[in-house]
Nanobody, 119 residues
């Protein structure tokens, strides 16, 4: 069973930077897509950034130009580099992966990493 584990959450001041990592128990090259979602207090879980197997990326409008998603296939790790953080970026950040199998898509979530941006 695939497991995703996030690292790198914490407390940062407004304008600061933080880098999240998500390590997979299996080769990330098998995933058709990986991404980062976030869920603030009392809010729904929304997509922050995604990266497809071919390398294309997509971002939520609110983080474009500030966040960068990347991956290291050799280390089976997904990253989210966050710059110019704002208080509204405060949320639990979840790593996500999808594997397209013959039986249908298999989706896996990490346990979440808390990011708190102090004003």
């Amino acid at each position: 069973q695939v497991q995703l584990v996030e690292f790198g959450g914490g407390l940062v001041q407004t304008g600061g930077s933080l880098k999240l990592s998500c390590t997979s128990s299996t080769r990330i090259s098998v995933f058709s897509v990986m991404g980062w979602y976030r869920q603030g207090p009392g809010k729904q879980r929304d997509l922050v950034a995604g990266i497809h197997s071919g390398g294309s990326t997509n971002y939520a409008d609110s983080v474009k130009g500030r966040f960068v998603i990347s991956r290291d296939n050799a280390k089976n790790t997904l990253f989210l580099q966050m710059y110019s953080l704002k208080p509204e970026d405060t949320a639990a950040y979840y790593c996500y992966s999808r594997l397209d199998s013959l039986k249908g898509p298999v989706e896996v979530w990490g346990q979440g990493a808390q990011v708190t941006v102090a004003s």
